[in-house]
């Protein structure tokens, strides 16, 4: 351990766990990259990140989950990845046969001699399951909310109690 890893300064500079907003890379083939281009439409990633995250629009945390018996696996694109593989799978949704709904992964891409990342989807299988899905993201989004709004308000709460009214 570094003796810098204790500042505050050297681990906001040089955090490596630090989450990437990585640009989209497309297929060639434009049937392909037409499917891609919906579930980018749509935010599939955004909402299975969200799902992972439990409706907590402020986390971008690895994690999996289960929503109607599929599995739900979830990666930030990171400034460093685990191995730095060039393919590296940052989100899926598989059935319990096994079939994939949706997979993207981060691309490494050297372009004039710089290595950059990339976030690519892999596979979309569109269908009546993603309007359940996104739904589902969208309530863990209101109900999180719900959540926070009553924390503040029974902090609030506590906060005055001892300054109300009192009739004894």
């Known amino acids: 351990m570094s003796f810098l890893s204790g500042n505050n300064l050297f681990n906001s500079v040089f955090n490596h766990n630090r989450v990437l907003d990585a640009p989209t890379l497309f297929s060639t083939d434009i049937e392909i990259k037409k499917v891609q281009e919906n579930a980018e439409e749509i935010k599939i990633y955004e909402s299975l990140k969200n799902i992972i995250n439990k409706g907590d629009t402020e986390k971008n945390e690895a994690g999996e989950a289960e929503w109607e018996s599929c599995k739900i696996h979830y990666h930030p694109i990171l400034l460093r ?36 990342k990339y976030r690519s989807t892999q596979q979309f299988r569109f269908g009546k399951w993603v309007d359940r899905f996104l739904s589902y993201s969208k309530e863990l989004t209101q109900q999180h909310l719900l959540e926070v709004e009553t924390r503040n308000r029974e902090m609030q709460e506590q906060k005055r109690k001892p300054f109300s009214e009192i009739d004894f």
Do not use: C, H, T, W
Request: overall charge negative; glycine content about 8%; proline content about 6%.
């Open 81 to 116: 990845m685990p191995d730095e593989k060039d393919n590296f799978i940052i989100g899926q949704i598989i059935m319990p046969d096994g079939a994939v709904l949706y997979e993207a992964s981060m691309r490494l891409i050297e372009e004039s001699g710089v290595i950059k």
